[in-house]
């Protein structure tokens, strides 16, 4: 009798650490976000990033009966916000729980729906994103406070030479007339202090409204005429105006860089970040270093 009682009492007290000390489950609604939740929580986290995919447009993605799996079973939840990916509240309120934490970047932001989405774009949303993410980590597993609190720091370190490249960039051609298609690369055209043309163009396509004949009219002029001296071409999420629009550029002679919405694969959010930036100084003529 004495036998089966510590064998019970063996499996309780092996079953309780063994919950407590199994990897924190991370969904991350885009995968720049997971990338930076996978560096701030190591090997205490277990990441999902859903929308992974740069050859797909995240403004068209419907979620699939494993992302509700996996965002179920999520203790932190970290999304955009700002409208970019609504599938996840409606996924969150179908299987409610009051242990998960959510993390909205677009709230850390200050931003709401309307204004551009495309928040990873300015690193200092995603290290916002980090400094939450490393906070609740901390409550969730306060053994390791200092080992989150270096990790966070080593990110912002990392972060640095992404900051010092556009002031750089933004020290030599600030006021430069710039363009995109879409506006994915827009907090990043305001990071490099660029004046951004066809602003209306830009908004009819993020609205998914037909840009109007003047607009289109407008933008084509301003290719042809060299007014634009760099257009950005969202990759990712391509409709036959903005291909035109990118030829238009090209015959002109005026550098075309294209941005995605989803980090690509082996790149990390930094080094992504750094390569938009390198290729926007290039374009212009900037020495590359
Ligand atoms: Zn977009």
Known sequence: MKYVVSLLFLSLTAASPAVAAGPIKIVAAENFYGDVARQIGGDAVEVVSILNNPDQDPH???????????????????????????????????????????????????????????????????????????????????????????????????????????AEVRGHYAGTPVAATEPVFGYMFDALGLEVKETSFQNSVMNDTEPSASDVAAFENDLKTHKIKLLVYNSQATDPAAERLKSLAEQAGIPVVGATETQPDGKSYQSWMMSGVAEVGKAFGMPTQ
């Open 60 to 166: 068209l993605f419907e979620a699939s009966p494993s992302v509700a799996r996996a965002i179920s079973d999520a203790r932190i939840v970290i999304a955009n916000g700002v409208d970019y990916d609504p599938w996840i509240g409606t996924l969150l309120s179908a299987s409610p729980s009051s242990a998960r934490k959510l993390i909205v970047v677009g709230d850390l932001a200050g931003k709401k729906t309307g204004d551009n989405p495309h928040l990873w774009y300015d690193p200092r949303n995603v290290l916002a994103m980090a400094r939450q993410l490393s906070s609740v980590l901390a409550e969730e597993d306060a053994a390791n406070i200092s080992v989150y609190a270096r990790r966070l720091a080593d990110f912002e370190a990392s972060l640095q030479p992404v900051s010092d490249r556009i």
